[in-house]
Nanobody, 125 residues
Framework: VQLVESGGGSVQAGGSLRLSCAAP????????MGWFRQGPGTELEGVTT???????YYSDFVKGRFSISKDDDKNTVYLEMNTLKPEDTAEYYC????????????????????WGQGTQVTVSS
């Protein structure tokens, strides 16, 4: 199963980037979707989740700056990142997630069914 990511790059602090993640139709319709990231020398951390109903959950460190959305016609999930900070520098990974029946929560590694290949985001000060 291939989740295809795009949209990474380099930007100055305060700037914006939008990441995209295209999934096969059966994956997109069956799973919740989310994003993780791994910065230099840090552990992989969950960033945000969106469930099939469009409800979202954000980690505290991106709340108010990042926005996850999805396009059901394109089987694609987006991560709009605004007011970027140097500490947002990381490899960002899209993931198809087993949905939590209680509603969207912070994505965790055990909840991942499929991974994207990753896309680098670099924020300079």
């Amino acid at each position: 199963v291939q989740l295809v990511e795009s949209g990474g790059g380099s930007v100055q602090a305060g700037g914006s980037l939008r990441l995209s993640c295209a999934a096969p139709g059966y994956v997109y319709k069956s799973f919740c979707m989310g994003w993780f990231r791994q910065g230099p020398g840090t552990e992989l951390e969950g960033v945000t989740t969106i469930n099939k109903g469009g409800h979202t959950y954000y980690s505290d460190f991106v709340k108010g700056r990042f926005s996850i959305s999805k396009d059901d016609d394109k089987n694609t999930v987006y991560l709009e990142m605004n007011t970027l900070k140097p500490e947002d520098t990381a490899e960002y990974y899209c993931a198809a997630l087993y949905c939590d029946t209680r509603g969207p929560t912070l994505p965790t590694i055990p909840s991942v069914a499929y991974w994207g290949q990753g896309t680098q985001v670099t924020v300079s000060s």
